[in-house]
């Protein structure tokens, strides 16, 4: 792991972030999660399970300030405000990896899209933070299979996208490989837009299965 990267945080204290909170302490990340309630229990939780000295909860703001790469894991709705919370100018520079995926659940389960076709969540994140390094990547898979994905058929492939190439990079090398994941970088990150159907369709399966138990290969020949 890069010196640069040893730390890292996570704005999101869901099942998303706190998995791949797990993966990054595997990977010897000093990690924080950032909530508007930093002592709830499912982070207390979390950072019992962990070495004190690597695991910890902060607010929005203060993670944002701190963590060099920062992983936005927040539910759609709560995206701009969780952002603002975290003041876009402590996030300046820094990579952010956009896991979030903008469901609309208004009209019941399987959901929809609330931003697509021109435009998608990704973007939108991109624009509340113009002057950070934006990577999608995560959103394509259940959270159970984020961190080393074990399928009989071989490692899974993750799409990610985004307007940095040296950050995707990072996000590549760094991170997903030493997950066991297979990486296509798809270009920039006007790439979710095809992206967050991708993963309507993941959830599609998931609701017509009743389980998470798969993830997606491009297959080469
Ligand atoms: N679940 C999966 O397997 C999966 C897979 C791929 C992508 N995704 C996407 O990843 C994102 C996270 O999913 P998740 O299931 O881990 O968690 P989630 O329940 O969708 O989101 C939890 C996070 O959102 C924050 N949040 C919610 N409302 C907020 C508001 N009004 N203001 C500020 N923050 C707010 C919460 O902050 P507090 O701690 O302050 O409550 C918490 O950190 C979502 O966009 C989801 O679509 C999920």
Known sequence: MRNLYHE???IGSGD???KLADGFIELGLHVKIGSRDPNQSKITDWINKHDKEKASSRTFAETASFGELVVLATLWEGTADAIQLSNSK???NKIVIDVTNPLDFSKGVPPTLAVGHTDSG???V???LPDSKVVKAFNIVGNPHMVHPDFPDGRPTM???GNDEASKKIVT???LSKFGWETIDIGGIEGSRVLEPLAL???LQYFKTGNGNHAFKLLLK
């Open 173 to 175: 090398d760094d991170i």
């Open 122 to 124: 990704g973007e939108t």
């Open 90 to 92: 402590n996030l300046t």
């Open 16 to 18: 998303v972030g706190r």
């Open 201 to 203: 369709l993941w959830i």
């Open 159 to 161: 799409f990610i996208c």
């Open 8 to 10: 890292n945080w996570n």
């Open 126 to 128: 991109q624009r509340m």
